[in-house]
């Protein structure tokens, strides 16, 4: 059992996965948010040249020529002028003068010896499928009287006007956040994460153990914007939202070929299938929905934390806390990740720029749950949560997560496609506790693969990613 439980918290890294660019706000007294422009949705270049080109240009210059609404014209934070200087770097020394656009547990972070490179704010634009949907589809959603659940919701962003009045905003905020992860299937290949003390006075952190995966894969049944068939799978017995699996870890030797499938459901009051297949002890166990947040045997990811929040809408009561600029980390030069120098190895060293964002304050539903509650940053522009920062059942700052996105038409330079449209993907991710002074974060791909892709968004079976990889004894063959 032990073995099981230990990997627990690793398991998150799946949990965080989801992509592609949201909605833009508006500037409007009433209402806080409307549909905005969206992106290039041109089919793949055929030649080199014109594949170079289409890749230096993720955003045209031209809206409209673009498909984009005529008239809605890319702006930047509401507060600019006010933000920390392009160029300048936010660090120990001078972060009395920027703290106010960081959360209490990136203070701490940045005072530990984290570095911020400030970059200029850069909009993300709005994938035209997703668009699409969302003028198709969200006039008819309703939330429900209790707030924990959806009528009448297809795809899209459920709720693209939002007044400020509404005692629900909070939680038709995070509806959109669940409506914003427009991918249909994906596949990320040969990632790593380390976990250990973070270090002081420049000393690094002191590893304690490495973890190697082969390959994390979702797939949406329902949802969906891009890949026949759309909105939905037409096999869908179980009647879930998406499944998911991890498998097989590589590393460390003691738990190799362990996996992990997951299950969330359309039914919001079913709590989510998970099962981990440990072939050491020939066992496949059943993980609770209490264990979510745990974060065990010197872990630091829970489950429920993956991307900021990866629990179900529903389990949580939402409120809406105001509005910040804060600092987040949206268009990352390096892919594979450079990490930052000692004693800030455990975040990336990359741009980072001022995000308008919503506050919102989560507290679970569920017993025993091991945070009082979660203070998250979604941004206005793209509903993607900058950051995240967790409280102990004492109320006490306890952990913090950071996100690094790389919004572009492929992963990395030399990946052999360029996608119809800018995507998101993850650099890397970290989570932080600020009171044992302890972190894990991962790499996406790791280094230990040059040239590696690493993500492979929207190929379906072309990457492997059909129904059978999410069953039980695809993973446990895997795992033999």
Request: hydrophobic share 40%; proline share 7%.
């Amino acid at each position: 059992m032990n073995r099981i439980l230990s990997i627990l918290p690793l398991l998150a890294v799946a949990a965080l996965l989801g992509f592609g660019a949201g909605p833009a706000a508006a500037a409007d007294d009433i209402v806080e948010n409307a549909i905005p422009a969206a992106s290039n949705d041109s089919t793949d270049p055929t030649t080199d040249s014109a594949a170079e080109a289409a890749d230096e240009a993720d955003e045209v210059a031209d809206p409209e020529a673009a498909g984009m609404i005529p008239g809605e014209i890319p702006r930047p934070a509401k507060t600019a002028g006010q933000n920390p200087p392009v160029g300048i770097v936010i660090d120990g020394e001078n972060l009395h003068l920027y703290e106010e656009f960081l959360s209490p547990a990136m203070q701490w972070v940045v005072d530990r010896g984290v570095k911020m490179r400030v970059g200029p704010y850069e909009h993300v634009y709005w994938p035209k499928p997703l668009r699409d949907a969302t003028e198709k589809w969200s006039g008819q959603v309703e939330l429900a009287p209790d707030g924990t659940h959806m009528l009448n919701y297809v795809a899209g962003i459920p709720f693209p006007i939002v007044e400020v009045a509404d005692p629900f905003r909070a939680h038709k905020y995070m509806f959109n956040y669940d409506g914003a992860q427009v991918t249909d299937d994906l596949d990320l290949r040969n990632f790593d994460c380390e976990t250990g003390i973070i270090g002081q006075d420049g000393s690094p952190v002191r590893v304690e153990r490495n973890f190697l995966f082969d390959h994390f894969r979702r797939l949406y049944f329902t949802s969906r914007l891009e890949v026949d068939p759309f909105p939905k799978l037409d096999s869908n017995k179980d009647k879930a939202r998406f499944k998911e699996a991890l498998y097989t870890m590589i590393e460390p030797f003691d738990l190799k070929g362990v996996g992990q499938t997951f299950t969330r459901y359309l039914d919001h009051e079913r709590q989510d299938d998970s099962w981990v297949y440990v072939p050491q002890i020939r066992r496949v166990r059943r993980l609770s929905s209490a264990q979510r947040s745990d974060a065990l045997f010197g872990q630091d990811i829970d489950m429920d934390s993956g991307g900021g929040y990866a629990g179900n809408v529903a389990w949580m009561d939402w409120k809406f806390l105001g509005e910040k600029v804060v600092m987040g980390s949206f268009h990352a030069e390096y892919m594979p990740v450079v990490w930052g120098e000692p004693s800030g190895d455990f975040v990336q060293d990359d741009l980072w720029e001022p995000r308008d964002s919503w506050v919102i304050e989560g507290g679970s539903k569920l017993p025993q749950y091991a945070y009082s509650r979660r203070v998250i940053y979604v941004d206005k522009e793209t509903y993607f949560i900058t950051g995240a920062d967790m409280y102990d059942q004492s109320g006490e700052l306890w952990k913090t997560w950071v996100n690094n996105f790389k919004i572009s038409r492929r992963p990395v330079a030399d990946a052999d496609y360029i996608a119809p449209h800018a995507r998101r993907y993850w650099p890397s991710l970290s989570m932080v506790d600020v009171q044992l002074e302890h972190t894990s974060y991962c790499a996406m791909p790791s280094h230990r693969f040059p040239g590696e892709t690493g993500w492979f968004i929207n190929f379906g079976e072309e990457a492997g990613t059909s129904e059978d990889f999410f069953e039980l004894s695809t993973m446990i063959s895997a795992g033999r």
